[in-house]
């Protein structure tokens, strides 16, 4: 069973930046789309954005322009740099891997086999 564990969260000031991990307990990767959402107080779960295999990357409209995903296969890790991080960006960020295909929606959660226990980010002054 393959196990994802997310670090780097923490409190930071608005304005300020964040990189995210997950590490994977195996090379899945380059085999499986890799994806980040987040779940803040009181709301659903949000797609953030997906990396496919081949290590294109598709976001959400949460993203805005400030979040960019990345990996390295070699490191069995996925990564999420956040920037420009607002109050309204603190929530718990999840990472996910997904065995789907071509036709996938991928912003959806029940796509993604594979779930870490997520990081908690706090964007305040």
């Known amino acids: 069973q393959v196990q994802l564990i997310e670090s780097g969260g923490g409190l930071v000031s608005p304005g300020g930046s964040l990189r995210l991990s997950c590490a994977a307990s195996?090379?899945?990767?380059?085999?499986?789309?890799g994806a980040w959402f987040r779940q803040a107080p009181g709301r659903e779960c949000e797609f953030i954005g997906r990396?496919?295999?081949?290590?294109?990357?598709y976001y959400g409209g949460s993203a805005e322009g400030r979040f960019t995903i990345s990996k390295d296969d070699a490191k069995n890790t996925l990564f999420l740099r956040m920037d420009s991080l607002k109050s309204e960006d603190t929530a718990v960020y999840l990472c996910?891997?997904?065995?789907?295909?071509?036709?996938?929606?991928?912003?959806?959660?029940?796509?993604?086999?594979?779930w870490g226990r997520g990081t908690r980010v706090t964007v305040s002054s």
């Open positions: 996910a891997a997904s065995q789907g295909g071509f036709n996938t929606d991928f912003t959806r959660e029940y796509v993604y086999e594979y």
């Open positions: 195996e090379r899945i990767f380059d085999k499986l789309t």
């Open positions: 990396i496919t295999t081949h290590g294109f990357t």
